[in-house]
């Protein structure tokens, strides 16, 4: 008996990472019962060694199918929300590409919310081409949210925005972004080289329209500095 004892102890053991748990309480029902049938006389004991083994690697080898089946599960929710976003229409369906002839910035009584809160409330301003303007006021106050709407990365609830004279619900977003750039608050840089960084909004810049830009950002001398240069 006792190395039956051993044996089961140290598939007990090799059980103990079981996540799900589901296998070792139906391994120990089989072995209780294969245990009191040896005892009774019911089953000899070459039987009861089968059964003991074959209990546990039997079940073994099933769980991995009940933990895929779980997997399974998740990957239709994902597929699920995949869909739902599809059938999601394009902000900009009704966009045009218009070429701007001057790039005038203009607020007129814009309100905006990310939920039932107000953040803007009948904001009018204007920002001449060729003009610097700080937008100033306090943490939360929505200076970002006056730089994200001006890209429409979300639509105002009233009013409207325009540029160059247009309403920039008129433009393709892509049309629109060709027009601004953006120094985000939080940056964040790809795990890749510099130069795919710099590239990254217009992929099919040329050398020197990248170095232009390196120039321009101030950090062309910085990362000529570094071992890898760009
Ligand atoms: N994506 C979002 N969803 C919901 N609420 C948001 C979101 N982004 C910002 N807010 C809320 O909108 C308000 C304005 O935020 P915003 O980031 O525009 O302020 P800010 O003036 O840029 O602040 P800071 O000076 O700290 O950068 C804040 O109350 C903020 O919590
Ligand atoms: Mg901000």
Not at 71 to 83: G, K, N, P, R, T
Not at 104 to 128: A, C
Request: glycine share 6%; aromatic share 10%.
């Amino acid at each position: 008996m006792l190395p039956v004892l051993f044996a089961v102890r140290k598939m007990s053991k090799r059980n103990k990472n079981d996540e799900t748990g589901q296998t070792k309480p139906f391994c120990y029902d089989m072995l209780l019962t294969v245990f009191f049938m040896a005892r009774n006389g019911q089953m000899d004991f070459s039987m009861m060694l089968i059964f003991v083994f074959f209990s546990f690697e039997i079940f073994a080898s099933v769980e991995p199918i009940s933990d895929s089946a779980h997997v399974l599960s998740i990957i239709e929710d994902a597929m699920d929300q995949l869909d739902a976003l599809k059938k999601e229409n394009y902000i900009d369906s009704d966009g045009k590409d218009i070429p701007l002839d001057h790039y005038d910035i203009e607020f007129r009584h814009v309100n905006f919310g990310y939920d039932s809160r107000t953040i803007l409330k009948d904001v009018t301003f204007q920002i001449p081409e060729k003009t610097s303007t700080a937008i100033v006021g306090p943490s939360g106050s929505g200076k970002t949210t006056i730089c994200s709407l001006i890209a429409r990365f979300y639509d105002v609830n009233v009013g409207s925005i325009r540029i160059g004279g247009h309403n920039i619900k008129e433009l393709t977003c892509d049309s629109l972004l060709s027009n601004i750039s953006m120094v985000f608050q939080n940056v964040y840089l790809f795990h890749d080289t510099i130069r795919a960084n710099i590239c990254f909004g217009k992929p099919d810049a040329t050398e020197a329209e990248m170095i232009e830009a390196a120039k321009k950002a101030c950090c062309h001398d910085f990362i000529m500095e570094l071992p890898n240069g760009l």
